[in-house]
């Protein structure tokens, strides 16, 4: 035998063989949802039974998809929906029809100002350099909606750089916002999954005012650096007046539930260059493969 070349594959591809089934001929047998290539039958892939597999994929699409695009690490963005952009910030005021609605309206309005800090610092971090491998550091990494998550995608765009949007099916319409890279935009059905996602590349949080949401990923990220689950990264967060008012954090240590070193999980931040000063600083020294 002269000839020593091998075939990478002696099987048809799941692909040649989802079209093949294309051509079948129609009979009770092959019109059946029974004969359905599992892959191809969606009332079996959502099965109650089914719900591990969904996990395992909805695990798998985005790992797979940010390996392809050289995404090396990521700067996760966490806030609120809720904070208008300053442009727009007036319009809350005068839609405003009694006092509450008048007070809460002053306060987003005072908040504004973290849509234009969160956009710069997704402009300063989406100029780090790649790595000897190619692959990018410190990439914006959103929610995917509206607000500060928007602010965060919306400053990698400005310099010219891809971002990463997450976003969950809600019962209420959430798409995208215009500026997260159509290649790098997610979507989740489960909540579990999607907080995995933002933590598992990321090497740096800033955490914005914001509500349930915000606390629900910003606290979970603060238990698992505190029980050691994941190693300590930067947690920046954004608005001392905003989070000392909402959470008495030396309350929780005055009462022991938490240890007094705890406070020290994360660091409190006004200005973007301020952070992103920090986020350098704490990993100078510290090589991003640990």
Known sequence: MTDTRVPSRVFPNAHEEAKAT??????????HPAYRLA??????LLREDLRPVRFQLELLKPE????EAKIGSTFVFYG???????AKAEVLREVATDDYAKKVAERLIAKAKYYDVARELAQLASHAARDMEGRRHFVVCSGGGPSIMEAANRGAQDVGAESVGLNIVLPHEQTPNPYVTPG?????????LRKMHFLLRARAVAVF???????DETFELLTLIQT?????????MYGREFWERVVDFEALAEEGVIARKDLELFHFVETAQEGWDYVRKWWRDRPLAE
């Open 22 to 31: 294309q051509n079948l001929t129609q009979t009770p047998q092959t019109m």
């Open 64 to 67: 797979l998809l940010l390996d």
């Open 80 to 86: 609120s929906a809720r904070i208008p952009e300053p």
């Open 209 to 215: 005012p914001g509500g349930f949401g915000t606390f």
């Open 39 to 44: 892959f191809q039958d969606d009332e079996f």
């Open 228 to 236: 050691g689950k994941v190693s300590p990264i930067p947690v920046l």
């Open 184 to 192: 790098l935009s997610f979507q989740f059905h489960y909540f579990a």
